[in-house]
Every structure is written in structure tokens, then in C-alpha cells.
């Protein structure tokens, strides 16, 4: 399967634990975003890659998340100090760049978290 | 008020029928437009791009009417499989080209 990749689906943790995601996107897909879905709301843009360079955050992302993608091919998301109000569907994304035309972001399964 | 809007529905129809969605979008700048489709507990997939011209897709239209800022999708003889959240999405048109998303409008096609 050569489609964005997340894991893990699904993450149950106590308020206060740290938890990490990892995204795989396509294979030579330069940009990555990392988008997060609450029930009954379209996806809300946290952040994103080009290459290894995280060149946005949105204000939603918090001093507790951090994303990175080191070597410009999988990404990983970390919460630290879970709260109650970070349980969501945590999306990834990826798409190419080319020029002034537009590319498709195409998602990865998402990956699930409730934080008791 | 959201960059992007849209009626949340639900919308219930019954099977073969024709349903329309329309997405407002408040950035002028926005360049490009998508329909994604979103199934329960799933990721959005996309539909198809919204092009200034329209586009059809077999039973699927897209509209884009810039003066007025909106967007429309339209389903004809609906299939019980078109049951699923229909998310309007504005292509930022800034560098990082993120996508704006609406809430998603919820279609239930009945037999």
C-alpha cells in the first residue's frame, strides 16, 4: 500500500501521560500537514512540512505539542501532559509540490486518541 | 464567522433523488475549491476539485461562482453508498497551501 500511513489508529491514555504519533506519507510527497478533527467539526490545520522544515503552527498547537520530521520522509506528533480536551482524530496529510499548480492532499487513516 | 461555511444538514433523501450542497467562502484570495467526502470514523477522501469552469464526474457537479463566493455540489440519483459528511474545503492561498475546511454537511440517502 503506497498511501499515507498513521499509527497507531487508535490511543487510549490518562490525563498527564505524553503520546507520540507517526505519519508515513507518500513516498516523494514534499509537504506533510497535520490536521485535528473533533467530532461534528471539519478538520482544523495544526501544522506542516516542507521537506524537514516545519514551516507553520497554527495557533491551536500549544507549548505541549511538538511535531517533527527529520529527515523530510515520516513525521511524528507529540502531546505531552495530555488534558481531556486533546481527545480527537489526529489526520495526517501529504501532498507535492509543484510550482504555482495545485496538489492534492491525500490523508492517512488518522489516528484516534482518548485521553481519560 | 468561518472562513468556510456550509449547511450541516442532515439532509434525508430518498434513494435516486437530486441534492444539492453549497459552501460559502469569505478569503477573496482563495484560489482553488475541493469536495471531500468523509464516511463515519473515517479520513476525508477527496471527491473532486472545484475548477472556475465547473466539472461534472459522472452523477457528481461542481459549481464555483467567484463573484458571489460560493461553491455547490450537486448529487444526481442518489445511491444509498452517497451516504456519508460532504466537506467543503478553500485551498489558502498563502505558501503553505493549507486547506480551510467547513464543517461538513451530512447526507443520509434512505431506500
Known amino acids: 500500500d503506497t498511501g499515507v500511513s498513521q499509527n497507531p489508529r487508535h490511543k487510549i491514555t490518562k490525563r498527564g501521560q505524553n503520546v507520540t504519533f507517526r505519519c508515513d506519507p507518500i513516498?516523494?510527497?514534499?509537504?506533510l500537514y497535520w490536521y485535528r478533527q473533533t467530532l461534528g467539526q471539519g478538520p482544523e490545520f495544526l501544522t506542516y512540512?516542507?521537506?524537514?522544515?516545519?514551516?507553520?503552527k497554527s495557533r491551536l498547537l500549544s507549548d505541549r505539542f511538538s511535531a517533527e520530521r527529520p529527515k523530510g520522509s515520516f513525521s511524528t506528533l507529540e502531546i505531552q501532559r495530555t488534558e481531556q480536551g486533546d481527545s480527537a482524530m489526529y489526520l495526517c496529510?501529504?501532498?507535492?509540490?509543484?510550482?504555482?499548480?495545485?496538489?492534492?492532499?491525500?490523508f492517512g487513516p488518522g489516528t484516534r486518541l482518548l485521553v481519560l | 464567522r468561518k472562513e468556510v461555511e456550509q449547511d450541516p444538514g442532515p439532509f434525508n433523501v430518498p434513494e435516486g433523488a437530486t441534492v444539492a450542497f453549497n459552501c460559502t467562502y469569505s478569503n477573496s484570495a482563495s484560489q482553488s475549491f475541493f469536495w471531500y467526502r468523509q464516511d463515519c470514523r473515517k479520513e476525508p477522501k477527496l471527491l473532486m476539485s472545484?475548477?472556475?469552469?465547473?466539472n461534472e464526474d459522472g452523477r457528481f457537479t461542481a459549481q464555483l461562482n467567484r463573484a458571489s463566493q460560493y461553491i455547490s455540489l450537486l448529487i444526481r440519483d442518489s445511491k444509498l453508498s452517497d451516504s456519508a459528511t460532504y466537506l467543503c474545503?478553500?485551498?489558502?492561498?498563502?505558501?503553505?497551501?493549507?486547506?480551510?475546511w467547513g464543517l461538513g454537511t451530512s447526507l443520509a440517502v434512505n431506500p
Open positions: 512540512f516542507q521537506n524537514e522544515a516545519q514551516l507553520e
Open positions: 513516498s516523494e510527497h514534499n509537504r
Open positions: 472545484v475548477y472556475s469552469s465547473g
Open positions: 474545503v478553500a485551498l489558502n492561498a498563502g505558501n503553505n497551501r493549507k486547506l480551510i
Open positions: 496529510a501529504s501532498s507535492r509540490t509543484s510550482g504555482r499548480s495545485v496538489e492534492t492532499q491525500y
